[in-house]
């Protein structure tokens, strides 16, 4: 009987290797498995949602709008008179006072009137010793005691120093100084005992009944302007009071340099509003009752008009079609719907998609819209 032969030393060591093989194979078995809970956390962390854009949102409404052209303009006067002095003198009287109202033809400055009275006179008598002799020669030339020609000259001469007469009449009148139109005086620059030289400058006087503000117009707008139109005014001197004008006139020519047409709107004075306040004007042309209106700051200034639109947690872009632009409101024609949400704070940090935190929402709400967009991402 034979004996088994013992194993060689290669295949003694290849038996051994066996045992340490087999472990290696399950440990790379079980770590190919899947993921550990602790990567699979990571991975959850990296798909997670960017925050929510929080943004302030307004309704889509209805209201009336206007069409309207604005623009600025200072007050003017409807009539300014300089006064001057017509003739010289030293100034006895100064009847007004600055602020006082006065009417056409009341005396304001009384000049001394001793030199021109004197003119007159010696006028006068000039003028009544021509009559006398243009009366005798009359009757002188019946008895042809004088020629025709010397009663023609006689007369002549009585025609000069009537003339002469009224001259000085009436420069005499000059030294009552008169109002030329109805106002407030609105400055003065003369004082008693001052001596005045003619066609001098002493009052200034303001008709204040009505005030007027021209307006220089691009001609594109000749065809909307008309006169009669209301004009709605503030001014800056007295901030939140509103006035109420008319357009007065409009001028039919366009100036060619400028490519403007001149429209000039008038106002009552009430005693509040004074020449040479700055004013802000708008003249209302058309109107529509039931407009479909959104807040100017939704307007998106990226290009064709557009607006965010908050539907079902997330921000979508729409554009629209504009129409009259009144004040804070600008009219949709065409895009939105009555009581869809636009963004009208936030814009700049959204874009189309973007998940939207609305400020002031209920939390359940905001809430059951996150849920509803995320139902409906799974259907997806």
Known sequence: MSRPRPPSGRSYLQLALVPVLCG??????????????????????????????????AKVARRPVAASYSNTAPLEALGESQVIAKT?????????????????????????????RLQMAQAEAQMRKLENNYRRAQQLVEQQMISANDVDQIKYDLENA??????????????????????????????????VQINTPIIRIVDQSRLEATLDVPERE????????????????????????????????VDAGSGTFRVVCSFASDGVLQPGMF???????????DALVVPRVALLDDGDPAVFVVR???????????????????????????????????KVALR?????????????KVAANADAAKTAGTKQ
Not at 88 to 116: H, I, M
Not at 169 to 177: I, Q
Not at 279 to 289: K, N
């Open 162 to 195: 009537r003339a002469v007469y009224r001259g000085a009449a009436l420069e005499l009148s000059y030294t009552t100084v008169t109002a030329p139109i109805s106002g407030v005086v609105a400055s003065r620059s003369i004082k008693v005992g001052n001596f």
């Open 88 to 116: 010289s003198g030293v100034a006895l009287a100064v009847l007004v006072e600055e602020g006082q109202v006065v009417r056409a033809g009341q005396a304001l400055v009384r000049l001394d009137p001793d030199r021109l």
């Open 352 to 364: 189309e998609g973007s998940a939207v935190q609305v400020i002031g929402a209920e939390p359940a």
């Open 312 to 346: 079902e947690g997330k921000a979508v872009r729409v554009p629209v079609k504009i129409g009259y632009v009144d004040g804070e409101w600008i009219e949709v024609r065409e895009g939105l719907k009555a009581g869809e949400q636009v963004v009208t704070a936030g």
């Open 24 to 57: 290696l194979l399950v440990l790379s078995a079980c770590k190919g498995g899947g993921p550990t809970p602790e990567a699979q956390a990571k991975n959850g962390e990296a798909a997670k949602e960017p925050d929510a854009v929080p943004v302030e949102v």
């Open 279 to 289: 004013s802000r004007l708008r003249i209302d042309y058309d109107q529509r009752a």
């Open 222 to 253: 000749l065809a909307t302007l008309k006169a009669g139109l209301p004009v709605l005014m503030t001014v800056d001197a007295l901030p939140g009071k509103t006035f109420q004008g008319t357009v007065d006139r409009i001028a039919p020519v």
